[in-house]
């Protein structure tokens, strides 16, 4: 029979998503058919499902360490903000609309079926479903038509292990306090806690695991020591987005306000002889960037008007004099051209804009979102590369007629003359080996790492990591099936 247990935190990025990939890992060495599930996720992060719809990329992570197919119904409810007070609502994949921060707050519970549902039926093919709560139980302004913390537990009567992040400081007052503000149904729901990203000897802080046992009356299932190689995991929160000195090729990034899909990172900052640097507003991008990387974006034309703001525009037209490379990906790949036309709104306020003029191509927002998985060819050596299109809106122009991919026997992207200039819209292409290879050898790099193999290693190193730090015996023990009330 399935059981189910849930990790939730005492706040938000205290190590959840990275606990529950290794924990997946562990149980799945051991035999058991494990299932990684959020019900409701806020990341523009998203993954492209293989049944063709979008998830949180945490669970996308968790998944692989489960080493089983994505599904949808690992991240039932996606919200991907598009504005500080608005976002678009993903409901078991596909787009829902776009809602307000406070009509989502009123109608958020009637989400709720849908999170069960999705849950109902990753429970009927696992052992063991890990489910990973959102922010903080805590924030009991939120608790009412709760569905990501403990509305759900409740709903499903899951037991929950609580995470504290000592990291942080103040960790025996954060489990503490949260036990304090929790109705006498919601506490009643954790059977234990867990210290996470301990830095230095994990003895140092018995007494104060054993008072937080003595004030809460709830085991601990661990103290975890810091894991140094989580930097190597795909990471989904802009938080942990992070700058990474390797060697002296410079490859610089823009941090936009409504950066999405940056996972096209990671495979570079993997690399030795590259180094990643995101540039925060308010700072320059530096003189020194060998390649200027604009991200994807859940926003284009707000992102633009960002990044012109920031003076980045008048940056990047001085890197291409100096003869540097730019790359852009999806949003970064609709900023890079001519204009940008919203006839409909789908973006912000209709309308047209115009973008950096630095390929000659225009982009009409519209259509239908495309959310697919994609197998291509590098051009011209036709070096396999694998990636996802995640994107609304048409590309189209003269600098189209040279593409530099081609996806299921079309071209895909544009270049400019010199081809220092690309864009497209696939993303994840550096995961590709070859063809990441080959691209970092226009920059003078030689890359013969396998960078898959690298988060395959990652993920075991980490389930090793747990095995010595926490009891997964104890935990796996206070997993139960799973009731509807």
């Known amino acids: 029979m399935v059981r189910a247990i849930m990790i939730q935190g005492t706040g938000s990025n205290v190590g959840k998503s990275v606990l529950v990939a290794g924990l997946a890992r562990a149980y799945t060495r051991r035999g058991l058919r494990v299932a990684p599930f959020k019900p409701q996720n806020m990341s523009n992060n998203a993954a ?53 921060a406070g009509d989502y707050r009123k109608d958020k519970s009637k989400l709720l079926g849908a999170a069960l549902e999705s849950f109902d039926r990753l429970c009927a093919d696992a052992d063991l479903v890990l489910i990973e709560g959102a922010g903080s139980p805590a924030e009991t302004n939120l608790r009412k038509g709760d569905i990501a913390n ?16 000592i990291h942080r400081g103040g960790v025996i007052a954060q489990i503490v306090g949260t036990q304090a503000v929790l109705d006498e ?17 994990v003895s140092l802080f018995d007494e104060g695991r054993d008072d937080i046992s003595a004030r809460t009356g709830w085991p601990c299932l661990g103290v975890v020591p810091w894991f140094h190689d989580a930097w ?65 974006s859940k926003s284009t034309i707000g992102d633009l008007s960002y990044f012109r703001a920031q003076g980045w525009d008048i940056d990047l037209y001085a890197h291409v004099r100096r003869g540097g490379h730019v790359l852009g990906l999806c949003g970064g790949y609709q900023m890079l051209g001519k204009t940008i036309s919203d006839p409909d709104g789908v973006d912000g306020r209709p309308g047209k804009v115009d973008g950096l003029g630095l390929l000659n191509v225009d982009t009409v927002m519209g259509g239908q979102k495309q959310v697919i998985l994609r197998s291509a060819h590098a051009l011209p050596d036709r070096e396999p590369v694998s990636g996802y299109e995640i994107h609304m809106g048409h590309t189209d ?47 003078g790099v030689t890359s013969d790492i396998a960078y898959e193999d690298g988060v395959e290693q990652a993920l075991d190193d980490l389930a090793d990591h747990l095995e010595r730090h926490m009891n997964l015996d104890l935990m796996l023990s206070l997993g139960q099936p799973p009731q509807r009330g």
């Not at 403990?150 to 992040?165: K, Q």
């Not at 936009?256 to 096209?264: G, T, V, Y």
């Not at 544009?414 to 970092?440: C, E, M, P, Q, T």
């Open 185 to 201: 149904g919601d506490v009643a729901q954790i059977r234990g806690f867990a210290i996470n990203r301990f830095k230095g000897d």
């Open 397 to 443: 122009g003269p600098d189209r007629a040279r593409a530099w991919l081609e996806v299921e026997g079309r071209p895909e992207g544009a270049a400019s003359s010199n081809g220092r200039v690309k864009g497209s819209y696939l993303h994840g292409i550096f995961s590709s080996d070859a063809f990441r290879a080959r691209y970092l050898s226009t920059l």
């Open 48 to 100: 492209v499902t293989e049944n063709g719809g979008e998830i949180g990329r945490a669970q996308a992570l968790q998944a692989r360490a489960a080493k089983r197919a994505t599904h949808t119904d690992m991240n039932p409810i996606l919200l991907k903000p598009e504005t500080d007070t608005g976002a678009q609502i993903i409901v078991q994949g596909q787009r829902a609309g776009t809602m307000k």
């Open 150 to 165: 403990m509305g759900f537990a409740r709903a499903a009567d899951i037991p929950v292990v609580l995470v504290g992040d």
């Open 232 to 296: 190597k995991l795909p990471a989904e929160d802009m938080m942990d987005i992070r700058s990474h000195t390797g060697g002296a090729c410079k490859v610089v990034v823009p941090q936009l306000e409504r950066m999405a899909n940056f996972d096209d990172l990671d495979p570079l900052s993997a690399e030795p002889g590259v180094s990643v640097e995101v540039i925060p507003g308010g700072r320059p991008l530096p003189g020194d960037a060998d390649l200027v990387l604009l991200p994807g």
